[in-house]
Structures are given as structure tokens and as C-alpha cells.
């Protein structure tokens, strides 16, 4: 059984940056495609960024420029920078893992919460102004 820990996240104020971090468990990590999703009070859960399992990164268009996804397959963990933190980003985020694809995958593939098969439980983020 896969699990995923999300961790990093806190409260800071308006401008500040965060670092998320997302550690999995087991050996099939480098083959797999990561995403991270977020769900604020009283909204549905959406997508913020996807790193590919060969390194392409994908982010919803009101976090591009701040947000920086990575990932080091060496320790199984996808990190998620994100600088000019604002209240609207507060939320509980989440990263979740793909099975295993092919190299290339749709962009809609990653972006869609039905793609991925294992979630952690979520670390929260808190933006006051």
C-alpha cells in the first residue's frame, strides 16, 4: 500500500512563501505521475499543479509564475514552492498520485482528480492579509 504525507504547510501572511513537501512510501514513485489539489472552506477540491514521471509540470493559470513544482525521485518526495503566497490560496492541499502511464500523458489526464489512485490527508495552508 502506497502512502502519501503531505507536510509544510502553516499560516503566513500576504506575500510570504511556503514549501510544500509530499513523501511516498514504496518503490513505484519514478514511474509514477504527482499532482497536488486543494480545498478551500466550502468549495470543491481543484487542481494546482502536476509534475510528470518524466518532469513536466502543469499548474492551474492563478498560481503560474508563483508556484514551482519539482520532484527528486532519489527520496520519493514532490515539493511544491510557492511564493507570493495570497489569502485566496488558503486551503487544505492535497498530492496524489497517478498509476503507472505512459511517458507522455494528456494534460486534461493530469488535471482531472479521477487520474489519481492514492491521496494523502492533506496539510493546511493559511494566508491571512
Known amino acids: 500500500q502506497v502512502e502519501l504525507v503531505e507536510s509544510g504547510g502553516g499560516l503566513v501572511q500576504a506575500g510570504d512563501s511556503l514549501r510544500l513537501s509530499c513523501a511516498a512510501s514504496?518503490?513505484?514513485?519514478?514511474?509514477?505521475?504527482i499532482g497536488w489539489f486543494r480545498q478551500a472552506p466550502g468549495k470543491d477540491r481543484e487542481f494546482v499543479a502536476a509534475?510528470?514521471?518524466?518532469?513536466?509540470?502543469y499548474y492551474t493559470d492563478s498560481v503560474k509564475g508563483r508556484f514551482t513544482i519539482s520532484r527528486d525521485n532519489d527520496k520519493n518526495t514532490v515539493s511544491l514552492q510557492m511564493n507570493s503566497l495570497k489569502p485566496d490560496d488558503t486551503a487544505v492541499y492535497y498530492c496524489?498520485?497517478?498509476?503507472?502511464?505512459?511517458?507522455?500523458?494528456?494534460?486534461?489526464?493530469?488535471?482531472?482528480?479521477?487520474?489519481?489512485?492514492?491521496w494523502g490527508q492533506g496539510t493546511q495552508v493559511t494566508v491571512s492579509s
Open positions: 514504496g518503490r513505484t514513485f519514478r514511474d509514477r505521475n
Open positions: 496524489a498520485r497517478t498509476p503507472r502511464t505512459a511517458f507522455y500523458v494528456p494534460t486534461d489526464y493530469l488535471r482531472s482528480q479521477k487520474s489519481y489512485e492514492n
Open positions: 509534475i510528470s514521471r518524466i518532469g513536466d509540470t
